[in-house]
């Protein structure tokens, strides 16, 4: 099953958010923790040329949810941060009253692949 996510990498952790306990997303990482994580970055269309600019990225890896209160809120200020760094303070105030409303899981990398054309 894959989705599309929001995430951020933060002390060697890829961290995502959603509501608490809802979407698949968050119940298969409940029932299955081994995870594939892929990330398309930035990509260019050369038409003349018939190909394409890209990078790319596949971790494989353990998901857990977060259940430590400090460890959820270091996920959830590294979403803030990538995000809306420029509203840091707003985005604490909007996990300080919200933060309970959300699940936070943890994916800790096993093995990680790239590959660019640049």
Request: charged share 20%.
């Amino acid at each position: 099953y894959g989705v599309p996510i929001s995430y951020a990498y933060a002390d060697g952790k890829i961290y995502v958010h959603g509501a608490v306990e809802t979407g698949a997303k968050f119940k298969n990482m409940q029932s299955h923790h081994r995870v594939c994580f892929t990330v398309i970055g930035s990509t260019k269309v050369l038409p003349n040329q018939f190909s394409t600019l890209y990078e790319s990225v596949i971790v494989f890896g353990t998901a857990s949810r977060l259940t430590d209160a400090a460890e959820k809120q270091r996920g959830l200020e590294a979403i803030i941060a990538k995000y809306s760094s420029e509203f840091q303070e707003e985005g604490m105030q909007y996990i300080a009253k919200m933060g309970g409303k959300a699940d936070v899981y943890a994916i800790v990398p096993e093995q990680i692949t790239g590959k660019a054309k640049r």
